[in-house]
């Protein structure tokens, strides 16, 4: 069974900077690229970036381009979010999930998207 483990949330003001980790077995993150999603309560969940398996595609969402990047460590035990000038509308929690691609359908509507971690929350406010 696939776990994920999100971790790094917390509460930050504007402009400041987190650096969110999803950590799984090293079979799951040497099998799978990573995705991660973010949702308010009563909102849809948005894709904000991926990684493929590879390492050699990554993908972000519009609002993500300038100020997030993504990465895995060489063990392949962990892939980091980081996120860079914080934003109130940042605020959601964020969940990590294995997918089998990593393009623009996976950021826009979950293309290839298997398992789920099950979110780490963080808060941007003064």
């Known amino acids: 069974q696939v776990q994920l483990v999100e971790s790094g949330g917390g509460l930050v003001q504007p402009g400041e900077s987190l650096r969110l980790s999803c950590s799984g077995s090293?079979?799951?993150?040497?099998?799978?690229?990573i995705a991660w999603f973010r949702q308010v309560p009563g909102k849809e969940r948005e894709g904000v970036s991926c990684?493929?398996?590879?390492?050699?595609?990554?993908r972000f969402a519009e609002f993500a381009k300038e100020r997030f990047t993504i990465s895995r460590d060489v063990a392949k035990t962990t892939v980091w979010l980081q996120m860079n000038n914080l934003k109130p509308e940042d605020t959601a929690i964020y969940y990590c999930a294995t997918t089998d691609a990593c393009g623009t359908a996976t950021i826009t509507r979950q293309y290839g998207v298997k398992s789920w971690g099950r979110g780490t929350l963080v808060t941007v406010s003064l």
């Open positions: 090293r079979s799951t993150l040497s099998t799978y690229g």
């Open positions: 990684i493929g398996v590879s390492d050699r595609v990554t």
